[in-house]
């Protein structure tokens, strides 16, 4: 183990400016290709947020906790049945349920959602803001077009032990300080 270190301190010891301003600018490049990206899919799918990580169990057995989803948002109306990712006014966390009533107003052509998760016993009311009775088009940040099962769990274990995201960010850190590539 000792020997280990002593070798990575070597390295990052005979490091030169030039090497290290390549590994920078790499780094960069990964980053804000990962925006690119990012953005890209939030053009095309139409929202802010195109990809969700599932945190609870409400949705179950239709979505377990650690599930991927991929979302969208288009015009076309809401229906029942549906799953959508909602945000709640002051809470930053979305959430994501089935919708169980759509009330269409005929006389503004706008629509009101009520939601509630599959594995929970009442509706969602006591979710949205006080005094809310329906979730309306503002709320609702997309609709659950596919998913990805699990693959969220890496989210979930760096959020619940921050630790671990220092850890690897630390580890990644190092491997590409001290890479000679």
């Excluded at 990712?85 to 089935?98: E, L, M, T």
């Excluded at 107003?105 to 509630?116: A, E, N, P, S, Y």
Aim: with cysteine.
């Amino acid at each position: 183990m000792m020997g280990w270190i002593g070798e990575t301190v070597d390295s990052i010891k005979s490091i030169k400016i030039r090497q290290l301003l390549t590994q920078a600018v790499t780094l960069g490049m990964i980053v804000t290709s990962a925006l690119i990206l990012w953005k890209a899919m939030m053009c095309v799918t139409g929202t802010e947020s195109p990809v969700v990580v599932v945190l609870s169990g409400s949705m179950e057995p239709a979505f377990q906790r650690g599930d991927i989803l991929f979302l969208r948002m288009t015009k076309d109306p809401i229906r029942t049945g549906e799953i959508v990712v909602f945000k709640i006014d002051g809470r930053d966390i979305p959430i994501v349920h089935r919708v169980i009533e759509v009330h269409e107003r005929k006389t503004t052509g706008k629509v009101d959602v009520l939601t509630k998760g599959d594995n929970n016993d009442v509706d969602d009311i006591g979710l949205y803001a006080d005094g809310q009775m329906w979730l309306h088009r503002h709320h609702i940040m997309g609709r659950a077009v596919g998913f990805l099962p699990y693959v969220g769990w890496v989210t979930i274990i760096m959020t619940e032990k921050p630790i671990i995201k220092y850890l690897l960010i630390g580890a990644m850190g190092l491997l590409v300080i001290t890479s000679k590539d």
